[in-house]
């Protein structure tokens, strides 16, 4: 299976840290959206695509590569990120505009991830930030087992 992780990861390199737990585990590799040619992800089997969250979605790159990607038919996505604040309302928020975009496009969302990030913007640095030390050894576990059940589910269908 040929999977390819498109990340973008700015402040603390929170997203970039998941996005390598899951091409270890699922073999594959990483790029950011502005090493990504759009056409080549037609080359995948598989492709995550995450970031940390921005005002309540994507990074802009991730958002603008998406809507750059080619019409496809029987291709997989999933869709990560890190985050300040998580729950699965505000996840699944937080997640609706890259996956629109992808189903638009013609992907399959087969699952998706999001984990607590150090988050240190705005006034929050002021304060230490939130959520030091995240993603930690925990959500790196999560993660890999994530990344483990989606390599036997993508498999097994």
Known sequence: MKTLIVSKSIHHKNTEKIAHVFAEVLDGQVKT???TDPDELRGYDLVGIGSGIY?????DTVLELANRLP???DKRAFI???SGILTKRKVA???STLRGILESKGYTIVDEFSCPGFNTN???KYFGGMNKGRPNAEDLARA????SNLRQDVRGS
Do not use: C, K, M, Y
């Open 80 to 82: 990560f990120s890190t």
């Open 55 to 59: 005002d309540r979605r994507h990074h």
């Open 122 to 124: 705005a006034f929050l």
């Open 33 to 35: 959206p502005e090493q």
């Open 93 to 95: 928020s937080d997640h």
């Open 144 to 147: 890999r087992q994530f990344a």
């Open 71 to 73: 019409p496809v038919a």
